[in-house]
């Protein structure tokens, strides 16, 4: 009996050790332990602390599992790399195929092992999957992690009217494609920040960006667009007293639909009845020498520039766009204050006090004078305010220091707000497309010079389509006009200075009140 038991021990097969069992694998798994290790302390961080950086989130949800999966990666190369060595060795004659018997006990914790553990890491990675998908979703994850390429957009993101609403609901929209298309996109952007290949500033138009139908007009309806709107916009002189006015008129934003007949506007233009495409003749989509307009009837109107005309064939070669909620839009959530216009709103708001003498003047040409940072630009404006009061006012700066500070420090604000010198951006890099007191505006279509073959002119009478005429009067409370408000002031009439020059009548407002400079108000500011 007990020969047969020695018999039998000698014919067992000495026990095989398991394929992980190297250095390679081993490795494995020390990236795996360590990486889900930090992932779950970096969770934790996450979930008991306020106002973390953003690189955290990338760190937890993006770096730690690519690392898990690259350790497990690691652990199955090491295997395979095994079995080869054991091969080649002859410890092995062929590569080794599972065997899998439940009968037999240790098979059976091996296979509940794994089980479990690979499920365990499957539903890690999942989860760390999804937060990494949310966490691309999250404003700061566009907003912050290009600190230097995106700071323009974001800052002025942070002061829009879009402000809650998130970077992804505008640029990607709903659906699987697009946000695919994004990703695929960011990509390309990611290799030029790393490459630092990016452009500055960062251009537009956006290619291919998604339509506005699909994105904009989830929240905003151009079938319910009807009405007009009374806009009274304060301005302040560029004279000692900074004096106070008031710029009214009513905005007729109705328009799109028949349906609301007399109450017509502004978005005529949607692509509700009418249908308006145009071609561009630069990348900003500021000179327009084609448009066509397809009304609801059927009719269609094609008008041609006579300003700057072009051939047949250069039209041929130029794109044609469809005229949408971004072509005007156009910076719904990334505008930049323009001085003259943001120095008035502080000053209607009481963020510079509008009693301190000169200060219009002072703050609008201490933001418009170059320099090189934002360093030199704090300091700069400080000392073009504070040195004009010593030497002129000494005792305004004496019994009103902090009047002075304040209106330093808003002035200061407001140039953050809109010049980024690491990026090349500042209130002239953007044209802004809605208006036209700043940029072209309405006028890249509307200037009186788009005709179309039988000479019919393209409506530049704003009084007729957009608003009624501009009347200039004195401060008054919300929602309420200066009966005495006169309309003798633009283009041109100025009985102060005895002119009313008819040659003026066809100059553009932007002309005059181009973006980053204080306007003409003199002949010679136009003829040397």
């Excluded at 930090?38 to 961080?45: D, G, T, Y």
């Excluded at 251009?203 to 667009?225: D, G, N, S, Y």
């Excluded at 040195?387 to 305004?396: A, E, G, I, L, T």
């Excluded at 932007?510 to 002949?523: D, I, L, M, W």
């Amino acid at each position: 009996m007990t020969e047969e038991k020695t018999e039998a021990k000698a014919e067992e097969k000495p026990p095989r050790v398991p394929l992980y069992r190297n250095i390679v694998s081993h490795l494995g798994m020390l990236v795996v332990l360590i990486s889900a290790s930090l992932m779950l302390l970096a969770l934790v961080f996450q979930l008991t602390s306020g106002g973390l950086s953003p690189y955290v989130g990338i760190i937890t949800w993006m770096v730690f599992p690519t690392f898990v999966g690259l350790g497990l990666l690691t652990i199955l190369a090491g295997m395979r790399w095994e079995a080869g060595r054991r091969r080649r060795t002859g410890a092995l004659p062929t590569l080794p195929y599972p065997q899998i018997d439940l009968n037999e006990r240790r098979q059976r914790v091996r296979f509940g092992v794994v089980a479990v553990g690979g499920s365990v890491v499957a539903v890690l990675l999942t989860w760390a999957s999804y937060n990494a998908f949310l966490y691309t979703e999250t404003v700061e994850f566009c907003g912050t992690i290009c600190h230097t390429v995106m700071e323009p957009e974001y800052t002025a993101y942070q002061h829009s009217a879009h402000a809650r609403v998130s970077c992804v609901e505008c640029h990607v929209g709903e659906g699987a494609g697009w946000y695919v298309k994004s990703k695929l996109s960011g990509v390309r952007q990611v290799f030029a920040v790393m490459l630092d290949t990016y452009q500055r500033p960062i251009p537009v138009p956006i290619q291919h960006l998604r339509p506005a139908r699909e994105t904009c007009e989830r929240c905003h309806w151009p079938q319910k667009f009807y009405g007009a709107t009374l806009m009274q916009l304060p301005h302040y002189r560029y004279d000692e007293n900074n004096s106070p006015e008031q710029i009214s008129l009513t905005l007729k934003t109705g328009g799109g639909s028949k349906e609301h007949g007399a109450s017509t506007g502004i978005h005529w233009h949607m692509l509700v009845d009418n249908t308006v495409t145009f071609a561009a003749a630069d990348e900003k989509h500021q000179q327009i020498p084609w448009v066509e307009a397809r009304h609801s009837d059927g009719s269609t109107a094609v008008y041609r520039t006579r300003r700057k005309p072009i051939s047949q064939e250069e039209l041929a070669g130029l794109e044609k766009h469809r005229l949408d909620c971004m072509d005007c839009h156009n910076r719904p959530s990334h505008s930049y204050p323009n001085p003259d216009g943001a120095i008035d709103d502080a000053l209607y708001r009481g963020l510079i006090a509008n009693d301190l003498p000169w200060i219009k003047k002072l703050a609008v040409d201490a933001m418009t004078s170059p320099y090189s940072d934002q360093e030199q630009a704090h300091s700069g404006i400080r000392k073009t305010i504070v040195d004009f009061y010593q030497q002129k006012h000494p005792s305004v700066l004496k019994q009103r220091q902090a009047d002075v500070d304040s209106a330093v420090g808003a002035t200061t604000a407001i140039y953050d707000r809109g010049v980024f010198p690491r990026m090349k951006v500042d209130w002239r890099s953007y044209p802004s497309n809605i208006g036209h007191r700043y940029w072209p505006g309405c006028f890249r279509c509307h200037d009186g010079d788009h005709v179309t073959e039988d000479g019919k002119v393209l409506s530049h009478d704003c009084a007729q389509t957009c608003h009624t005429m501009p009347q200039r009067g004195m401060m008054t409370e919300l929602g309420e006009t200066d009966p005495f408000a006169g309309e003798d002031w633009h283009p041109w009439q100025m009985p102060a200075a005895h002119v009313s020059v008819k040659a003026h009548e066809n100059v553009l407002c932007h002309q005059c009140h181009a973006a980053g400079q204080r306007p003409k108000r003199e002949c010679n500011d136009c003829h040397h």
